[in-house]
């Protein structure tokens, strides 16, 4: 088969497209052959070699996988050749393209309680789009923050995958939105995604806009994996008795903090950690009912790798970054 292979930790040009042995299958496994794999950040890191993302290269990485079943081992029961599905990126064996290998190649294997079956009417690329991103981002939304219908969410690094999702999770709920970016070409994008407002950074700051925007009644949710400098500021922004959830820290995560916000306004601080198979399945259908779109930024043959990484890694992306082998 081929696959977009790491050959050794570092720079974009060391992923190559070039051939790569066919997975061999246990008795309770399945192999798939993979339509569409999205890329995450967790993909650039494990390309870079970042600290906690040790790999024996070379490799493959990709965990958001789609595709058609193609064989399955003889204790295989959930599922047979020829069905759609999903994969979902983490089993027992780690997390598919850092602690497995993953889903950028023609080919992958899976036990078989990784499988997520895809309605008829939800495209590999949807598919593919929703595990890491948008699972993520279910289990905020619901399991962890518990938004309700009417609740003000504020949303930063809502142009990103797992923020693209909260905004349009909130929205189904029924909550209402602020989104922010420093970029206004995707602030216009988020309104056009429905976000009821939304905060340009590069221009004022958002503690202060969020406040106002609240009638300085404060914030019910913040949805906050930027971390840093935007700690202490997400946490003026909130009402009495609101949560902060996080499921990352891409700008820092040793921030300073000021725990005075915390007690004297009874913050509810909350981690989030991964997706589970039910908001897979809930995401599926959802987009099978037309109620919720993935947002798609692009879509590359497998062999353009070292391009679909880098619009990743310089961020001019909008949603998600899919790879078709």
């Given at each position: 088969m081929k696959a977009a292979v790491i050959e050794e930790q570092g720079p974009v040009e060391n992923i190559r497209y070039r051939?790569?042995?066919?997975?061999?299958?246990?008795?309770d496994e399945v192999l798939v052959r993979v339509k569409a794999c999205a890329l995450n950040y967790l993909d650039l890191e494990v390309r870079r070699g970042m600290p906690g993302h040790p790999i024996e290269t070379p490799w493959i990485s990709g965990g958001d996988a789609a595709g058609v079943v193609e064989a399955v081992g003889p204790e295989v029961t959930r599922a047979k050749p020829g069905d759609r599905v999903v994969l979902n990126p983490f089993g027992r064996d780690g997390m598919m393209g850092e602690e497995c290998q993953g889903g950028l190649a023609e080919l992958a294997k899976v036990p078989q309680e990784q499988i997520i079956h895809i309605p008829a009417n939800v495209s590999f690329e949807q598919a593919a789009a929703l595990p890491v991103g948008y699972g993520t981002a279910h289990r905020m939304m619901f399991d962890r923050a518990r938004v309700q219908?009417?609740?003000?969410?504020?949303?930063?690094?809502?142009?990103?995958g797992v923020g693209?999702?909260?905004?349009?999770?909130?929205?189904?709920?029924?909550?209402?939105?602020?989104?922010?970016?420093?970029?206004?070409?995707?602030?216009?994008q988020l309104t056009a995604l429905g976000s009821d407002h939304v905060i340009n950074t590069s221009k004022e700051d958002f503690s202060r806009a969020a406040w106002k925007l609240s009638e300085k009644k404060g914030i019910e949710v913040c949805v906050n994996y930027i971390g840093g400098e935007t700690w202490v500021p997400a946490l003026r922004a909130m009402k009495p008795g609101g949560r902060v959830v996080t499921c990352g820290a891409s700008a820092g995560f040793d921030p300073q903090t000021d725990i005075r916000y915390i007690w004297t306004r009874e913050l509810d601080i909350l981690g989030a950690n991964g997706w589970t198979e039910d908001g897979i399945a809930w995401l599926l259908e959802r987009i099978a009912a037309g109620a919720l779109e993935p947002v798609i930024d692009s879509v590359f043959p497998?062999?353009?790798?070292?391009?679909?990484?880098?619009?990743?890694?310089?961020?001019?992306?909008?949603g998600k970054v899919v790879l078709q082998p």
């Open positions: 051939d790569w042995p066919d997975p061999v299958i246990g008795s219908p009417g609740e003000l969410v504020l949303i930063l690094g809502a142009a990103g693209l999702g909260c905004l349009q999770i909130a929205k189904e709920i029924g909550a209402r939105t602020i989104c922010v970016s420093s970029r206004a070409e995707s602030l216009e497998l062999s353009e790798i070292q391009e679909a990484q880098r619009k990743l890694e310089e961020r001019r992306i909008f």
